[in-house]
């Protein structure tokens, strides 16, 4: 069976790739191929994640996105502390700082671009 991913739609899509490759995505596909993107496709490890114009769904399917959140994302990093103290630096949103859960990980929360949650975790 071939592979599936999720694809979000955004607002900026060059302001979503920009926060996603600080996540540690990198771009791996763009279409057009020139100029604007209304389309990139992201991997990361064995993840991987599509950014689409939000214009995309109604043009196509005669759906309109809602408004924010749409989606939480959950993403495991080598340290929580210094992702949020670099995202932060970066200008963007620290929504919850870390934390240890009961369920034995360190976990905050930053805002995409969009202001879907993503969640920061490393197991302790």
Do not use: C
Not at 11 to 33: A, I, K
Not at 92 to 106: C, D, I, K
């Amino acid at each position: 069976m071939g592979k599936a991913f999720p694809v979000l739609y955004v607002t900026d899509v060059r302001r979503s790739v920009e926060f996603y490759t600080l996540l540690g995505y990198e771009p791996t596909y763009q279409f057009p191929l020139e100029g604007d993107p209304h389309y990139v496709g992201l991997e990361r490890g064995d993840s991987s994640l599509g950014l689409s114009d939000a214009n995309w769904p109604e043009a196509q399917l005669g759906i309109t996105v809602g408004a924010a959140p749409r989606f939480e994302l959950f993403v495991y990093v080598d340290d929580v502390e210094a992702e949020v103290e670099r995202f932060r630096a970066a200008g963007h949103p620290v929504l919850q700082e870390p934390a240890t859960m009961p369920w034995g990980e360190r976990q905050a929360y930053l805002a995409d671009p969009e202001g879907n949650p993503i969640a920061l975790a490393t197991p302790i």
